[in-house]
């Protein structure tokens, strides 16, 4: 089982990855609408992803498959992540030119250690962050864990959890570490389990043969944006027609990925990363859509990759409330609305 994102956010790829160009990129034209012609008119850019590839991913890895990022003016190679690698620091260092960080703890952390990078779209407009249930415990409600067993990994203890207490009366007494292992939960039916929404229930049906309850933190008032676009000061002040290409395309990947044929982006990520089947990627899909994680909230007006101040600041007084940051912390520093809300690829969305 894969890590859960707050260990995610301590991990990503110290080794390129070079994405071949699939056959759709062959057949661009280069007189399409923001299309470029030969190769050596692309501006090369590098995007880190903070894990190994899956369909948490799937937009960008879609992007360069179909060609969105080419017809962008863009050559963009992804360096996917690993569990010990840290492509943040690629980022820092200017090895790279894009991050994807996890969440935006993660970005007002960057403020309070004075890291000169800044947050540009948020893809995830929920944290995918889920509690896993037994079925016969009939829970369907956040504050009905407290009586459990809770399986919580370091970070969500130093995180998300100072949260719970905060706002539902949690306490560490029930808590155990959870070291991605699902099997204690599958053998303890008064437990709960950390997760993915998008992945750590399909691998618990698969193992245990039953599906669990989920419970999302997004929905009880977790309000953690997900699966950032991050990069340095200096791109946004000297490249900011690149950044805005670079989060427009990703933006249009995500489109084609969650609401297209999202097969050519999958074809990559199972080249990438083996353990990826078709039906994981299947279910990471269905569930990123059922539950909404990038596709509702302020997206639904102004597009995939939507921020607005309300919302981070919102976040940030829970998290104050919560002892997880401080109250002096400047955190308008972490993200600029500049590059987002431009209602990119609002016409890829189905009518509904």
């Given at each position: ?115 000169p990078v800044v947050s540009v779209a948020s893809i995830f407009q929920k ?163 059922e539950y909404g994680i990038v596709d509702s909230g302020d997206s639904i ?45 609002l016409e890829l969305r189905p009518n509904k």
């Amino acid at each position: 089982m894969k890590a859960a994102p707050l260990l995610r956010t301590l991990t990503a790829g110290l080794l390129a990855v070079v994405l071949a160009a699939a056959p759709a990129m062959a057949q661009e034209k280069g007189n399409e609408k923001g299309g470029h012609g030969a190769a050596d008119k692309l501006d090369k850019v590098s995007f880190g992803t903070n894990w190994v590839a899956e369909g948490e991913h799937g937009g960008f890895f879609q992007a360069v498959a179909d060609g969105t990022y080419r017809k962008y003016g863009l050559d963009v190679t992804i360096v996917p992540g690993g569990p010990n690698d840290n492509n943040r620091m690629l980022l820092i260092a200017g090895k790279i030119d894009f991050f994807m960080t996890a969440n935006t703890l993660m970005s007002f952390d960057a403020v309070a250690n004075k890291v000169p990078v800044v947050s540009v779209a948020s893809i995830f407009q929920k944290d995918p962050q889920v509690f896993l249930t037994h079925p016969e415990s009939r829970i369907t409600k956040l504050k009905e864990l407290k009586p459990l067993t809770l399986f919580v990994s370091k970070e969500g203890i130093a995180s998300y959890y100072q949260w719970l207490k905060s706002e539902y009366g949690f306490n560490e007494k029930n808590v155990r570490p959870y070291t991605f292992n699902a099997q204690p939960f599958i053998a303890n039916r008064e437990s709960a389990m950390e997760g993915y929404v998008s992945s750590e229930p399909f691998a618990v049906e698969k193992a245990a043969g039953f599906k669990p309850g989920v419970i999302l933190l997004a929905d009880s008032g977790f309000n953690s944006y997900s699966t950032l676009i991050e990069t340095r000061r200096d791109v946004i002040e000297n490249k900011p027609d690149l950044v805005q290409r670079f989060v427009d395309a990703s933006i249009i990947g995500w489109y084609h990925y969650i609401y297209g044929d999202n097969s050519a982006g999958n074809a990559m990520i199972k080249k990438l990363n083996p353990e990826m089947t078709d039906e994981l990627l299947a279910y990471s899909v269905a569930k990123m859509k059922e539950y909404g994680i990038v596709d509702s909230g302020d997206s639904i007006k102004n597009g995939i990759g939507a921020m607005t101040d309300e919302h981070v600041t919102g976040f940030f007084e829970k998290m104050v409330k919560a002892g997880v940051v401080k109250s002096d912390l400047d955190y308008h520093k972490s993200y600029t609305l500049r590059f987002v809300n431009k209602g990119v690829g609002l016409e890829l969305r189905p009518n509904k």
